[in-house]
Each structure stands twice: as C-alpha cells, then as structure tokens.
C-alpha cells in the first residue's frame, strides 16, 4: 500500500498544482481581458445554470465520487499486512534491540522445514497475523497416506517456529492434498 | 520517508472530501433537501448566490488561495521524490569535549554489514542509519541461511556486530531494529 499511496500522492499533488494553476491563469486573464485563457469555462457555467440537482448526471457523477471515496478510504483504514514478527526479547543477546524476522523469511523458514518432512513434495506457506497456513502436496496419490502426514508437517513447523523464538508464535494450520497424477 | 504519514493522512482526507461532496450532491439530488431544492438549478443556491455577488474580491482571493495550495503541493511533491529517512555524517562526542569526530554514515554501515555478512549462516546484510543525525538509529537486515542455528546467530549479531556499532558511536543506547530473513539461498563465502 505504501508504494501505491506514493503514486496516488503524486498524482493528487500534480492534480492539485494543475488545477491551482489553472485557477490562477483563468482570474488573471478574466481580470485583464474578459476571456477564457486554457478552459472554457463559461460552457460549464452555462450548463449549470440550466441543469438542476435532479439531473442524472449529477447522482452518476455522486455515486461514482462515493464509490471512490469509500474505496480509497477503506484502503488505507485496513490493517496493513504484518511485515515483522517480534523475536522473543528473552533471548536477545544486548539490551535494547528490536529484533525480529521477516514474514517472508518465516515463510521460507517453515517452507524448508516442511518441505524435508518425507513424503512431502512440495508446499505452500502463507503466514498472517495469528496463524500460519500450510498447503502442502503428497508424493503420494492415496488420499489416506496424505493425510497420515498432516501432524509430521504441523510438528516440523511448529519445531522450526520454537527454533526461531518468537515472542508470540502463530498457530498452525495444515491442510495436505495427494499428489494428483 | 518519502512523506509516507502525510501521503496517507492526505489520501484519507481527499477520500472523505469525495464521499461528503459525493453524499452531499446525491442528497440534493434525490430530494433529501426538499422538493425544492431538488429541482432549482445548480447555480440557484445561496453559494451561487454568494459567489455571483462577490466575485469582485472573491475570485482574486480564490487566486491567492489557489497559490498557496499550489505551493504546499509543490512542497508534498518534492518531499515526496527526493526525502529519505537516512541520517546524514554523525558527530561522535568525546569525554572531554576538546575536538570534534564525525564518522561517515556509510563507514559505520558498511562495517556492521561486513562483519555479520562475515558469519557463517548469514548470507547477506544492509544496514542503514536513519533519523536526526543527532540521534539516529540503527536499521539492520541480516539474510541467515535456512540450515544456520538461527537463535545462535541472532544473538552473535546482537552482541558482537550491533555491540560493536554501539561502542564506536559511543552511545550503548542506541536504537536499533534487527530484521531477520531466512533464505534458501547459500553465502558465496571461500571456506
């Protein structure tokens, strides 16, 4: 969201200069000569003081200006996704240091680990506030020896996330398929 | 940080300008003000009223107004492509007050990447000094190997490489994040 909102804020800020100057232009020109100089804007004068409130544009024109709104503002009131996990200060090494790893390389910590329990071919790791979810395949193509496998693959990623001390570890959540052909 | 607080505080404040003129218009529009606004025109208001009388005086200060917003735009924009949170060259304090230091920002970080990247388990390193120069703080990335005794290596960089930055700044204190990423990726170290 942040590079987006980068975007975003460079657009609004060069939309809001243009506009700002074109403001500026049209009152001088209007001042010095009595005419429009970059925008026509008598046309919109015109138009509006012919058309009332009820006119259809208007609620099209409401409705979308909402839509976007509304969007734009729940974009950025969402909880932004975690980036860190907290170590568990317990085991810090020197005093006042915020250590912590990353999500992806949880993820990848808890892949590696599920990916060498036997029978696994492969996984697929996503990692959320509270829980990490494990998506893994099965060499195999029986549904029962997959499923034999799901508390081997929980407790090896419950082993690596002991291993890496977290101060609130997530839970763990294992679904494994059979491999299909 | 490329004005990343006011990049959001602005987009929510642009967000509820739209949705306020979008519900107000719509609420005019659907006769949520009465029959007869509903269907006056759109000039035919006391706002219309208002700038169609004053417009002597009011378009010249609008003008005036429409400068400032264009120049704190302006500011938004510049901050926005050329700002980092990096700390500029830092001034090291001695005991006795006689003398002045100052340690390039880059020799500090390139000496705390250096040394972790030279342990074995880690594969890669940044480090960067951000904040007021006066009192920075110490951002460190350290990639560790996905076979590396992690909770060992975590406390090797706290104590040793962060320590060590520690002590050559002079300040025990000093804030510092560590981030930790495992990767599956080896070090290219010459054993």
Redesign the interface.
Known sequence: M?LI??V???L???A??A???L??IE??V??ASHRTAVVNWHTA?HW????????GS??V??????????V??IA??KRPRVS?FA?DPA????D???????R???S??IR?AVTAVDGVRSTAVKVKRRKVKIAAVASAQDRAAARSLRDPIAEAARERLT???LRRPPSVLVRVAPRSR | M???R???T???L??????????D??A????AYGTH???????ANPT?HFIGSNGAWL??V??VA??I??LL??R??LA??FSTDRSGDLVIRSSSGAGRTTLANGALTDAVVGEIEGYRGVNSARARLIGDAEDPELVV?A??E?SAD??AL??????EA??HA?QALGNM????????????KKASRVT
């Open positions: 942040r909102n980068r975003l804020a460079a609004l800020s060069l809001l200069i506009v700002s100057l403001l500026i009152v001088i209007d001042r004068y509006a003081q012919r058309n009332s409130w009820a006119a208007i609620r024109t409401s409705g979308i200006l909402i839509l976007i709104g509304l734009l503002l950025e009131l860190r170590a085991g810090a090494g020197a006042g240091i915020d250590t912590a790893y990353t992806r390389g949880l990848a910590a590696s291993a890496l001390k | 490329h004005a990343d006011t990049n959001r602005m987009m929510v642009f967000a509820l300008l739209l949705i306020a003129v979008g519900l218009a719509g005019a529009s659907i006769g606004t509903q269907h006056s025109l759109l000039m219309g378009w010249p609008a003008a429409a400068l917003i264009a735009a302006l938004w924009l926005l492509l990335t990639g560790l996905e992690f909770t975590r406390q090797r960089i706290e104590t962060l320590t520690r204190a000093l804030p510092t994040q560590l981030d930790l990423t495992i990767s599956t």
